[in-house]
């Protein structure tokens, strides 16, 4: 009985080992990014992260952009066209979404690149990924007197500090 307790406690301390050396990779990782909280906190709250060597922290990374991107169309797509009347801002919002479901699209290309290990590749693809929010905002701009929506801003930033970690992250493959 002694013995299995012992192997039991061997199996308990090299587990959570493992967890605190991976932990130590994710704090590691994240220190090269400029949003380390954001980071820290995308990273930790999926399980899968306890797992992952460097590249996978990245997919993690990128499926928490998809997310958001999606998550954006889809905020666009029907909440708010169902909410206005004006022609104009139909006419943008519509523009954002064909935006934001690109940005999900070039992190899409950007997984398969970092499955080919084409970490350059996967690079542009999220500098694209995190552009697309700046255009829609831009697209407002064209409109003088169209304001651009709070919650609309607030996506945009949210996906722009989203790709830049990623990036950092896949720049860290790079070298």
Request: proline share 2%.
């Amino acid at each position: 009985m002694g013995s299995l307790s012992f192997f039991f406690l061997l199996v308990l301390l090299h587990h959570s080992h493992f967890i605190t050396a991976n932990s130590d990779l994710i704090k590691k990782t994240c220190k090269n990014t400029n949003y380390y909280d954001l980071c820290l906190s995308s990273l930790k709250a999926n399980a899968s992260s306890s797992k992952a060597d460097t590249r996978g922290l990245a997919v993690i990374m990128i499926g928490v952009g998809m997310a958001n991107a999606n998550g954006t169309y889809t905020y666009l797509s029907s909440q708010l066209l169902s909410e206005t009347n004006d022609t104009i801002m139909k006419k943008v919002l519509k523009e954002c979404a064909y935006k934001y479901s690109n940005a999900n699209d070039a992190l899409k290309d950007s997984l398969v690149e970092l499955d080919l290990m084409s970490f350059d590749y996967a690079s542009v693809q999220l500098s694209a990924a995190k552009d697309y929010p700046n255009a829609c905002h831009n697209a407002f701009k064209r409109f003088p007197g169209l304001a651009y929506p709070k919650e609309l801003a607030s996506h945009e930033i949210s996906l722009e500090r989203i790709c830049d970690v990623a990036s950092s992250i896949v720049n860290v493959l790079v070298w």
